[in-house]
């Protein structure tokens, strides 16, 4: 018996369905362009770019704080997202945001983590078994939003 080919639907009696071949996937770079065309411009977007941004070097926020800072409390998940669909052209410290209690959000042993992990090291920060450590979070919170939140003239 031959194997079946997988592009093509069958109906019960194992007859090939007319019309039923799946279209090929467009090329990657057609799919990037059109990623990229989709991306998102809107304020909510926008607003937790400039969070990320304001993370000053040696410091780390969490999903939530930087969706609180955004204006978007309960928007953890959204800052994911915005953080995924940013254009590197925007060239922000997406390594200083990380899961709550300080740890890496990323795939354990991924590229991706190492990387975070060497951007947090070289900043200074100690990272121990996936998780960055806070000498105690209401100070380094207070702290943040210190140096954030504070007037130009200060």
């Not at 909510?44 to 926020?61: D, H, K, L, N, S």
């Not at 995924?84 to 925007?90: D, E, F, S, V």
């Not at 991706?112 to 951007?119: F, G, L, S």
């Not at 000498?135 to 943040?144: F, K, V, Y």
């Amino acid at each position: 018996m031959r194997p079946r080919r997988r592009d093509t639907a069958t109906t019960p009696t194992g007859a090939v369905a007319k019309g039923s071949a799946r279209r090929p996937a467009p090329p990657r770079r057609k799919r990037q362009a059109a990623a990229a065309a989709e991306l998102p411009d809107r304020p909510p977007f926008t607003a937790i770019w400039r969070a990320v941004r304001a993370i000053p070097a040696g410091e780390w926020a969490s999903y939530g704080e930087v969706a609180r800072r955004a204006g978007l409390p309960r928007g953890a998940r959204l800052v994911a997202f915005a953080l995924k669909r940013a254009p590197q052209a925007l060239d922000l410290p997406w390594h200083r945001v990380l899961g709550a209690d300080g740890r890496i959000s990323l795939p354990r042993g991924s590229r991706a983590a190492a990387e975070q992990v060497r951007r947090l090291v070289r900043e200074g920060l100690r990272v121990e078994r996936g998780r960055v450590r806070r000498a105690s979070a209401a100070d380094a919170r207070t702290a943040l939003d210190a140096l954030l939140w504070r007037a130009d003239g200060d």
